[in-house]
């Protein structure tokens, strides 16, 4: 790995998820990017592809299909990178923006296109998920989220995992969960609020 | 829509839990409410929190495909303000063929391939398309007035959420539909409307792509005396064969008038 060049801590960069030194310094690899270069963006990838990679796989479930929107997901980052404002948010909160949105795409349209995959299911349940998520669970910040996760309503908190991890719309998640139609959303703003607050990001 | 209820939609925003017309709408929205664009990037960073917990390394072969691919493409300048993305689109109330209602379209469509090429990498496809339709307006538009003016022309219209309207007008011995569309709002980001044409085997055939632009009077492809309905559905930017989303509005021609 290329010894990182020193980037100004940002001062102005918004508290958000990871760490100030984390985002900053992905910011400076995204701003090589944008010039072009292909190692800074190695290291970006190196840095952020478990994260991004295991938000898809959650989503889209199929592994083949996953790797092929995390793929997706990284050309996009690279073509671009120059679009990226540390003004308007964290390097990780836009990564993460840029992998759900598409996550989110392959699912819908795959299902407006009825295709089915009969393998779906077992492939669910064959994926590398349960050590990674362990060690994941180990780290500090894992822990973080998981007791600001305990702020949250029940209804709050099962809202936004179908919402965020399941890809499903405010609309379906309201019949999924029996609540009236229409308050789903608000669920899911307020459980995102209350993570926010007990984090203290994003202010 | 209200403004409150709007407003209330930026969580299930943040997490891509709005069907696309909502979400076109709340765009339009977050356009001119720099309270919501800030509440949408702070709700991005919770949500983005919750990665942590899901972390799963992709296989290694995936990292050489990513790094190999990136020699083919040329990043993205940084944006610079351009007057050609402008989004106000002046429009007559009726094109009647005019030079200057081809030339304006053109310049429509320019914009929309720019900002498509900028949101993915089907930028190239979104662009060939665009350039394909560009060349039928000057024909099209005296092809929408022989359908509205012709003694059989038959009109179903439906109303869209908030106070957008569509009407397809049809003539079976012209053997085309017309839609007309009233307050649309914008496709969302990286979409498209596309038109159909239901045929008798209940088949949504491909019809075009809506112009950019809330009111448009767009002739459909195809034969249009031989379909049963017509659809609209939000497609990815360039267009389906088939549609992959549930149509926004459905004209069925069992029900025109």
Redesign the interface.
């Known amino acids: 790995m290329r010894p990182l060049n020193p980037v100004p801590s940002g001062d102005r960069t918004p508290e958000g998820t990871g760490t100030p030194d984390l985002n900053s310094r992905l910011g400076g690899l995204l701003n090589l990017a944008a010039r072009g270069d292909e190692s800074a963006f190695a290291e970006l990838y190196d840095a952020t592809s478990a994260r991004l990679h295991g938000l898809v796989l959650r989503v889209v479930r199929d592994p083949a299909q996953a790797e092929e929107v995390t793929q997706e997901v990284f050309l996009q980052v690279w073509r671009t990178a120059s679009r990226f404002d540390p003004e308007r948010g964290t390097a990780l909160s836009w990564l993460m923006t840029l992998a759900h949105r598409r996550a989110v795409d392959r699912v819908r349209s795959a299902e407006a296109a009825g295709r089915h995959d009969t393998a779906y299911h077992q492939n669910d349940r064959s994926t590398p998920h349960d050590s990674t998520a362990e060690a994941a669970e180990a780290s500090l910040e894992a822990r973080r989220v998981r007791s600001a996760l305990e702020t949250l309503t029940v209804v709050q908190r099962d809202a936004l995992e179908l919402a965020y991890f399941g890809g499903y719309t405010h609309t379906e998640v309201a019949s999924m969960l029996d609540l009236p139609v229409g308050t789903a959303k608000t669920r899911i703003r307020d459980g995102l609020i209350r993570l926010r607050d007990a984090m203290g990001v994003g202010q | 829509m209200t403004a409150h209820e709007i407003h209330?939609?930026?969580?299930?925003y943040?997490?891509?839990?709005?069907?696309d017309l909502e979400r076109a709408r709340f765009e339009q929205h977050l356009a001119v409410c720099p309270e919501c664009r800030a509440e949408v990037?702070?709700?991005?960073?919770?949500?983005?929190?919750?990665?942590?917990?899901?972390?799963?390394?992709?296989?290694a072969s995936?990292?050489d495909?990513?790094?190999a691919?990136?020699?083919t493409?040329?990043?993205?300048?940084?944006?610079v303000p351009s007057p050609a993305v402008e989004p106000e689109r002046p429009r007559p109330s009726r094109p009647a063929g005019s030079r200057a209602a081809s030339r304006r379209s053109r310049v429509n469509w320019r914009g929309l391939g720019a900002a498509a090429a900028?949101?993915?990498?089907v930028g190239v496809g979104t662009v060939t398309v665009v350039d394909q339709l560009q060349d039928d307006s000057s024909q099209t538009v005296s092809t929408a007035d022989r359908v509205l003016r012709a003694a059989d022309a038959q009109s179903i219209h439906v109303d869209l959420p908030g106070d957008a309207s569509a009407r397809l007008v049809r003539s079976v011995s012209q053997r085309k539909a017309v839609l007309i569309t009233n307050g649309m709002p914008e496709a969302p980001s990286g979409k498209v409307y596309e038109l159909w044409l239901q045929n008798r085997a209940g088949e949504m055939v491909p019809a075009g792509l809506m112009p950019d632009g809330g009111d448009q009077e767009v002739v459909l492809d195809g034969d249009a005396a031989a379909a049963t309905a017509a659809g609209i559905t939000v497609e990815?930017a360039g267009g389906s064969d088939?549609?992959?989303?549930?149509p926004i509005a459905l004209f069925d021609f069992a029900q025109a008038t």
């Open positions: 209330a939609l930026s969580g299930a943040a997490v891509d839990a709005l069907d990037a702070s709700l991005r960073e919770s949500a983005a929190m919750l990665t942590e917990l899901n972390a799963t390394p992709p296989p995936l990292r495909r990513v790094l691919d990136l020699r493409i040329r990043p993205l300048p940084p944006e900028v949101l993915a990498v990815p088939t549609p992959t989303s549930a």
